[in-house]
Nanobody, 122 residues
Framework: QVQLVESGGGLVQAGGSLSLSCAAS????????MDWNRQAPGKSRELVAA???????NYADSVKGRFTISRDNAKNTVYLHMNSLKPEDTAVYYC????????????????WGQGTQVTVSS
């Protein structure tokens, strides 16, 4: 069984900062890409930032220069540091990982966290 648990959401004023973390645990052999996605009310879920096993990353245009994704492979944890937050960043943020489990080493599975609310007030 694999779990992704997010933490760090909350309420912040525009221009402020927040950091999210997502820890993966369970029957994990290796983690390939990890990413953060978000879904605002009435909108579809969108990719915010992704980081691969080699450390390379990519960002949505709307967050470039403001958000930074990083990961700690030893802890199976991915982070999202968010600066200069705007009201339009308000959403539920979801962690996602593509990983290989010990019980099925030849297959890659996709797992999602439960989401954490980020609210930016104007």
């Amino acid at each position: 069984q694999v779990q992704l648990v997010e933490s760090g959401g909350g309420l912040v004023q525009a221009g402020g900062s927040l950091s999210l973390s997502c820890a993966a645990s369970g029957n994990i052999l290796s983690i390939n890409a990890m990413d953060w996605n978000r879904q605002a009310p009435g909108k579809s879920r969108e990719l915010v930032a992704a980081i691969r096993g080699d450390g390379s990353s990519n960002y949505a245009d709307s967050v470039k220069g403001r958000f930074t994704i990083s990961r700690d492979n030893a802890k199976n944890t991915v982070y999202l540091h968010m600066n200069s937050l705007k009201p339009e960043d308000t959403a539920v943020y979801y962690c996602h990982a593509n990983l290989v489990t010990m019980t099925s080493p030849g297959l890659q599975y996709s797992y999602w966290g439960q989401g954490t609310q980020v609210t930016v007030s104007s």
